[in-house]
């Protein structure tokens, strides 16, 4: 177990979007040398028709710069913290091979085996399968996805929590047996500490233009807050299970294929 030393080591170090409470100022301190008093002054006496973080020539042009801010947060977030906190969503037979082993990047051949077990071993699986072995099989083979907020996972994903993985979903859809993958475990959100080094530049790129946006954005009004950022991003690689941090369990999550009514 940790001590409560170690855990706030780990806090620190770790960039969580549910706590602007804490990374708002850290990041404006980051940046101290670009977001100053004056900036924010100009910004709130003329702020653009929009504010938006996927184009950030808005705040480029009011620092006196040419596309630079981007680049220079997103080198700064790498500076500062080690992980961000972000939710896979699974439907776990048991936590303990999470526990064991982690996440483990998505593998077609272990899930066709587990498609066997669950559906049978027959020709109209051998036909779904098939029919995955595609564009759809290698953009999720040797790939983990993660949402960074627990809310957005919660309420627009749960098709992962109440079916498990997108391919078992497609066969089973193919087969018209869904149904059947409800039968195996339970709606699990695995929290983890994703170290940054392992999250995509271009996602952090994006990262950076939600951050900025939200600053901007509480500029004008400092109610404004986006708790389900709708923000994914994949790893390429195994994520060990020291970097799991808690399991969570939900019992009514919106089914998107049934018109989000709640369900278990």
Request: proline fraction near 4%; glycine fraction near 6%.
């Amino acid at each position: 177990m940790q001590d409560a030393a170690q855990q706030q080591t780990q806090n620190d170090a770790s960039f969580a979007w549910s706590r602007i409470d804490i990374w708002e100022t850290a990041i404006c301190e980051r940046l101290s040398d670009v977001l100053t008093p004056m900036l924010f002054t100009a910004f709130r006496e003329t702020p653009p028709e929009f504010v938006v973080g996927d184009d950030l020539s808005w705040l480029d042009q009011l620092i006196g710069w040419n596309g630079h801010i981007h680049e220079v947060l997103t080198r700064r977030l790498v500076d500062r913290y080690q992980y961000v906190i972000a939710f896979h969503g699974c439907r776990a037979a048991s936590v303990k091979t999470y526990q064991e082993h982690g996440l483990r990047v998505c593998n077609p051949k272990h899930l066709n085996e587990t498609a066997r077990q669950i559906f049978g071993n027959h020709i109209r699986l051998d036909a779904a399968i098939a029919n995955l072995q595609s564009d759809y099989t290698e953009h999720n083979r040797g790939r983990i996805f993660f949402c960074l907020s627990f809310e957005n996972l919660l309420e627009h994903c749960g098709h992962y929590l109440l079916y498990g993985s997108e391919y078992l979903g497609a066969i089973g859809a193919y087969l018209g047996r869904m149904d059947e993958l409800r039968k195996v475990g339970r709606a699990t959100v695995v929290e983890c500490r994703v170290p940054i080094r392992l999250i995509p530049r271009n996602y952090l790129r994006c990262l950076a233009g939600d951050i900025l946006e939200e600053i901007f954005e509480r500029q004008l009004d400092p109610e404004y807050r986006r708790e389900a950022l709708n923000f994914g991003f994949p790893i390429y690689e195994n994520l060990a299970a020291e970097h799991i941090a808690r399991f969570h369990h939900p019992r009514r999550v919106p089914n998107p294929l049934r018109g989000l009514r709640r369900e278990t």
